[in-house]
């Protein structure tokens, strides 16, 4: 058995500070670019969210074989709800479904002037415009991060990741 004498035993309080002072700096080193990623990750959610409304939106209609629409809602709670024919945001030949993403997240979309999208029977989107219908979805008060919800001619939502963007709605 080998015996350490008295001044070998432990660590001294010196070593320790050392090595918490280490531990500190390198931990706030990493705190920025965790913070980056939550918030990556909570637009992702967003996005995927908005996703998923459209997925059901267009297959509501599909599926009901009557038109149906999706209501971007600036304010109320952060939900995924149907809205009655009989409430002003939706009209009596439309089934809408009302989606809002969290209060820091902005969703934009390519022609501002229209707050609600509205689906055909076909599944196609009911637009007199030219362009695809475009979402962009970004933090409030950053322009870093920004992810896309486009419609194909079809109808169909996709979903386009930062790092593959290669224009954003414009």
Not at 95 to 110: E, F, G, K, N, P
Not at 120 to 127: C, H, I, K, M
Request: aromatic content about 4%.
């Amino acid at each position: 058995m080998v015996r350490l004498n008295r001044h070998q035993q432990g660590l001294s309080l010196l070593e320790l500070l050392v090595t918490l002072t280490i531990a500190v700096a390198l931990l706030l080193g990493v705190l920025p670019s965790f913070n980056q990623w939550i918030d990556d990750r909570r637009l992702h959610s967003a996005a995927g969210s908005l996703l998923d409304a459209l997925r059901l939106v267009r297959s509501e209609a599909i599926n009901s074989g009557y038109s149906a629409g999706l209501i971007i809602a600036d304010d109320g709670p952060v939900a995924v709800e149907w809205v009655t024919a009989q409430s002003s945001e939706c009209t009596a030949e439309l089934r809408c479904l009302r989606w809002r993403s969290a209060a820091d997240i902005a969703v934009a979309r390519r022609d501002l002037a229209v707050d609600q999208l509205h689906y055909q029977a076909t599944g196609r989107p009911l637009e007199d415009g030219a362009e695809p219908v475009c979402f962009t979805l970004q933090k409030v008060g950053s322009d870093l991060i920004a992810y896309t919800v486009r419609l194909r001619p079809t109808g169909v939502p996709v979903l386009v990741v930062p790092a593959v963007q290669q224009t954003p709605c414009a």
